[in-house]
């Protein structure tokens, strides 16, 4: 099976997906939409099943929190359209999905050269997002496939087989115990050196698992994401020399159990939220200083515990989105290699903490609100000549109601941004005036609105007014 996908960083909402289909159906005539709404089609599964439990008398308990969770996943990669796209002149097809926050299409064909160079060099033309292709059955092919791509992207899952990484038989032994767990396993070639991947989820022995990794010892990324990892398997894999990536989302380490992350001496990428730690595992975080990514959003820390990292002076992306602080914010001042920082939710945010963050000399992206920003705090942005992609939130719920910070104000403000390319803004209302200012951001690339209560002509009047920006427009009430 052939996989090509375009991945977009943070899963920003930048892409226009309705344009992109436009332009596949004129290279490749007989593309068409299968799905407006590809999340609809597991709303459509869930219904389902509940109307069978219905007719049997019987109440399918977990409806809501599965149309929870496919309404999470809609919020966070946006309207996404299922398509089919014939290729090889119509004796083969892609199929899959574009959203606006990524591409994912596969075949089960062995699909022609031209067709596969016309899609590759049109995705590349977009010059956005991380692009790979992979043929899961064909090592060959993949590689050849990887060559049209071109050698600007990095090789990705599955370049390498397992049987090719030199390994003792002890090491050897204990792969093959962990494969026959069906845990996936991968291993690429990035910067001239093999890494090994692993990835688990909801593995009843987890802890168990995590004896065999460390025998194995090369691993270069671990994903425990929402598996039973607890603190006693991360103390089973204390001193890996290896381990530069660390996925701990949604496990049972608990604060004391971080203690064991200072024994990963090439530690460089660490995510862990939300876990059940508070300011005692940043006591920990806080001596991982080869850190470069930190992901602890919605931790439940203080200004204490956030002021545990100010000596991770490498950082280059940070997240703390809701997480309340007041004072300890301050602490970002200290991470002059910082390139992304995500301070959605933050109600700390205001002009000072604006000020301080906009000296940041190599900052790029910047997430903000909902929170306390207003439109006179805005004015701080316009200092930075660095930020390139900004998110905005215009609401905060209080226990007064509907709050409403950010207006259409801003836009003549940002755009004093010389080097703003990607903006997305959220309950930020939109009538005529507000989409002539701003349509004054003449640097933007591209544009993502949602919630802004525009009506099809002030859409349309977007559009005509900035036709090279690449514009998505999304609304919580088209959902269902």
């Known amino acids: 099976m052939i996989v090509i996908s375009l991945k977009i960083h943070n899963h920003q909402h930048i892409l226009n997906h309705t344009k992109i289909i436009s332009k596949l159906m004129e290279l490749f005539p007989g593309t068409k939409v299968i799905r407006e709404n590809t999340y609809n089609i597991k709303r459509d599964s869930i219904q389902k099943v509940a109307s069978k439990y219905a007719a049997e008398g019987r109440v399918f308990s977990i409806q809501k929190r599965m149309e929870d969770e496919v309404n999470a996943l809609e919020d966070l990669y946006g309207p996404s359209k299922q398509v089919s796209i014939p290729i090889n002149n119509g004796n083969g097809f892609f199929e899959g999905y574009i959203c606006v926050s990524g591409i994912q299409l596969s075949s089960e064909s062995l699909v022609e050269i031209s067709s596969a160079k016309l899609l590759l060099d049109y995705l590349k033309s977009l010059n956005v997002g991380e692009i790979d292709v992979s043929d899961y059955k064909d090592k060959k092919n993949s590689k050849r496939l990887k060559q049209i791509l071109g050698k600007q992207i990095p090789v990705s899952y599955g370049a390498i087989e397992l049987d090719d990484i030199p390994m003792s038989k002890e090491q050897k032994k204990a792969l093959d115990l962990i494969l026959s767990q069906k845990i996936q396993v991968g291993a690429f070639m990035r910067h001239g050196k093999i890494k090994l991947s692993i990835v688990l989820s909801k593995q009843d022995d987890t802890d168990q698992i995590c004896k065999h990794i460390r025998e194995v010892g090369l691993f270069t990324n671990l994903n425990f994401h ?29 604060g004391h159990a971080f203690s064991h992350l200072t024994s990963f001496p090439q530690l460089e990428e660490l995510y862990a939220t939300p876990t059940l730690f508070g300011n005692e595992a940043m006591f920990h975080i806080g001596k991982l200083t080869r850190l470069k990514k930190l992901d602890i959003a919605s931790a439940t820390i203080n200004d204490a515990g956030i002021q545990e990292l100010e000596n991770l002076r490498d950082l280059v992306s940070l997240n703390l989105a809701n997480i309340p ?7 970002v001042s200290n991470f002059e290699q910082l390139e992304s920082l995500d301070l959605s939710g933050s109600t700390s945010v205001n002009g000072d903490m604006l000020a301080i963050i906009t000296q940041l000399p190599h900052l790029k992206c910047l997430c903000l609100g909902p929170g306390f920003v207003t439109n006179e705090d805005i004015i701080h942005l316009t200092k930075s000549k ?95």
Not at 226 to 254: A, E, F, R, W, Y
Not at 325 to 331: A, Q, T, Y
């Open 226 to 254: 929402h598996s039973n990892l607890t603190g006693k398997g991360l103390q089973h894999l204390s001193g890996m020399p290896k381990l530069k990536v660390l996925h701990i989302k949604d496990t049972s380490v608990s």
């Open 325 to 331: 602080l007041s004072k300890g914010l301050h602490v």
């Open 386 to 480: 660095t930020i390139n992609t900004l998110t905005l939130a215009g609401k905060k719920i209080t226990t007064a109601g509907i709050k409403q910070n950010l207006t259409s104000v801003i836009f003549p403000e940002l755009a004093k941004m010389s080097n703003l390319k990607h903006l997305q803004i959220s309950d930020i209302p939109l009538n005529e005036a507000g989409i002539n200012s701003l349509s004054t951001i003449r640097t933007l690339q591209y544009l993502s609105i949602k919630d802004s209560l525009a009506t099809d002509s002030h859409r349309q009047l977007l559009a005509n007014k900035m036709a090279n920006c690449n514009i998505t427009w999304f609304d919580s009430s088209e959902k269902k």
